[in-house]
Each structure stands twice: as structure tokens, then as C-alpha cells.
């Protein structure tokens, strides 16, 4: 399963513009994001793979000494509400944004491709216990 995720991350930076993987370049930003691009579905609709970036920091030694980010994706599915959820690990927090794809699992039936809401909420923290926040209400992405 987790050789799915890879070779679909894998195809999704393939097949993403040049200009959408600049902005790895430009200036650092502080404080914790993250965004979501693509919602696939995975497994027969049991999971959704939930591509996009995410920053942090910048800290001087560019990792984070923990952290994670709890993500959800809902979902109605003949009337009835289809949840899922995974988590986000960030390794690497020098301001600028880095890719990642996370499976999200369905708790309670099969996704679709069609119309969902993904979510987000999580921490960094840096070597002193210093910590960034993000929280990212219910927002529209459709599954494919």
C-alpha cells in the first residue's frame, strides 16, 4: 500500500507545471501552513491520498524537533458522511514550501470522486519547545 502512495506522489510532481514547484525558491516565510492540491482516491475509495505543501519555521537547523499535523477529508456519499483521516510529519522546516502526500482512511464507508472538505490542525516545535501552530478550516477539494 504505502508503494501506491509513493508512485502516486511520484506522478503527481511528474505531471505538476514547473511554475507550481518555484515557489521552493522563494523567500522564506515564518510560521506553519499547509495547503492542499489534489484529493485522489486510493484503494478503492477505503482512502483518499491528499497531496499539496507545507511550510515551517525557519529554524536554524532546519529540522523540527517534533510536531504533527492531524488531517481529515469528509465527505457525503448517499447521504451519509464518509470521514477519513491521517497525519502529516514534518521533516524538514527552513521556510520554504516541501511537497508531501498523506493517506487519509476512511473510518466509515468508500469516497467517491466527487466534491469533499479536507481539514487541518497541528504543531512544530523547534529545538527549545518553542512551537508554531496551523489550523485550516473544512475546505472544498474535489476527489478524483
Given at each position: 500500500m504505502m508503494y501506491r502512495v509513493l508512485a502516486t506522489l511520484v506522478l503527481?510532481?511528474?505531471?505538476?507545471?514547473?511554475?507550481?514547484?518555484a515557489t521552493s525558491t522563494s523567500t522564506a516565510a515564518e510560521g506553519l501552513t499547509?495547503?492542499?492540491?489534489?484529493?485522489?482516491?486510493?484503494?478503492?475509495?477505503a482512502s483518499v491520498v491528499l497531496v499539496g505543501e507545507y511550510s515551517c519555521g525557519p529554524y536554524p537547523d532546519q529540522v523540527p524537533s517534533g510536531g504533527v499535523i492531524d488531517?481529515?477529508?469528509?465527505?457525503?456519499?448517499?447521504?451519509?458522511?464518509?470521514?477519513g483521516g491521517g497525519y502529516l510529519?514534518?521533516?524538514?522546516?527552513?521556510?520554504?514550501?516541501?511537497?508531501?502526500?498523506?493517506?487519509l482512511?476512511?473510518?466509515?464507508?468508500?469516497?467517491?470522486r466527487a466534491?469533499?472538505?479536507w481539514?487541518?490542525?497541528?504543531?512544530?516545535?523547534?529545538d527549545v519547545g518553542e512551537g508554531q501552530t496551523v489550523s485550516?478550516?473544512?475546505?472544498?477539494?474535489?476527489?478524483?
Open positions: 503527481v510532481l511528474f505531471l505538476t507545471p514547473a511554475s507550481a514547484s499547509v495547503t492542499a492540491e489534489f484529493a485522489l482516491l486510493h484503494d478503492g475509495g488531517m481529515s477529508v469528509n465527505q457525503v456519499v448517499n447521504g451519509v458522511e464518509v470521514v510529519f514534518p521533516q524538514f522546516c527552513d521556510g520554504s514550501q516541501q511537497w508531501y502526500a498523506v493517506e482512511v476512511a473510518y466509515n464507508g468508500r469516497f467517491t466534491n469533499a472538505r481539514a487541518a490542525s497541528g504543531y512544530v516545535l523547534d485550516v478550516p473544512p475546505t472544498r477539494i474535489r476527489i478524483r
